[in-house]
């Protein structure tokens, strides 16, 4: 069963991620850009706060931070929580450009929801949930084990016939 829900969930995210590039395009954003000023959307987060929450790097984050800040779709605030690590924010351009992606996410929304139906599609939402708290749980638990077992979960063994 782990090896088919994880084989799911990559062949989702390749699907996802491309569903993204195509809506975040006509906005002059990348699914990676809109990602990180997504998280950012209804408050400042620090870099590491932002990476926690999508569960990538802070590296990678804090590489996508800059260009946004460089094309003046976001900004670094002070944080008075800490000196050192900045708070991101979008500017008006950045909120206007996810705002743009606003129609054309609504539309897929509507698609998948007459595909899957209301009530199916929620509980795909909560399933996914309950997962997601369910690793964050046992990586908290016992961080050293799960981190083997990701890692051998990158490469999932062949699921039974």
Known sequence: MLSRTALGVFRLNGQFLAISEELAKPAGLTAAWWQVLGAVLREPLPVAGIARSMGITRQSVQRIADLL?????????????????????????????????????????????????DAAFAET????????????????????????????AAVPAPAPE
């Open 69 to 117: 800040v460089a094309k003046g779709l976001a900004e670094y605030a002070p944080n008075p929580a800490h000196r050192r690590a900045k708070l991101l924010r979008p500017t008006e351009e950045g909120r206007g450009a996810v705002d743009r992606i606003g129609p054309g996410h609504a539309a897929l929304a509507a698609r998948l929801t007459a595909e899957l139906g």
């Open 125 to 152: 939402v909560r399933a996914l949930e309950r997962l997601a708290t369910a690793l964050d749980a046992l990586e908290s638990a016992a961080p050293s084990a799960t981190s083997s077992a990701t890692s051998s």
